[in-house]
């Protein structure tokens, strides 16, 4: 009687947090400051997108993160699509081996950003060649 539901609403307040945690899912855009776009890529620059990282987590997508990698897309930043595939797959790679390295539940967001800055000045670079 009074036990089970006692057991039944901490179970409905753990819902509760965990909703109130992932707020139904949780989208993260963060701007790639340190990534300044190369002209080439657009003609005027005081009108190209910043680089954005969007990340996705919570409610059906990537519901165990920190503990699996975020489902993470980049747009903007003035690169062709191959170079926002090649910087987003890089980013992907960083986001696996950091949990691969600390066995998960570290915050990834900003390393991810930091990981992106560096792949899109490589990606640049090396394209401009």
């Known amino acids: 009687g ?3 539901e006692g057991e ?3 179970e409905e307040e753990g819902e509760k947090e965990r909703e109130k945690l992932s707020g139904n899912g949780a989208d993260f855009l963060l701007p790639v400051t340190a990534f300044e776009i190369p002209a080439r890529y657009h003609p005027d620059l005081d009108e ?3 680089l954005v990282l969007e990340a ?3 409610e059906g ?3 165990r993160y920190p503990f699996e990698p975020p489902i993470i897309a980049f747009v903007g930043g003035g690169l062709p ?4 595939k090649y910087v987003t797959g890089k980013v992907f790679e ?3 081996e950091r949990i691969s390295e600390s066995g998960g539940g570290e915050p990834l967001l900003f390393d991810l950003v930091t990981a992106a800055e560096e792949h899109a000045v490589t ?3 090396e394209e401009g060649v």
């Open 8 to 10: 039944g609403d901490e």
């Open 61 to 63: 997508v990537a519901e």
């Open 2 to 4: 009074a036990a089970e």
């Open 56 to 58: 996705f987590v919570g």
């Open 94 to 96: 960083v986001c696996l």
């Open 48 to 50: 190209a997108p910043p």
């Open 81 to 84: 699509a191959e170079g926002i």
């Open 123 to 125: 990606y640049s670079e």
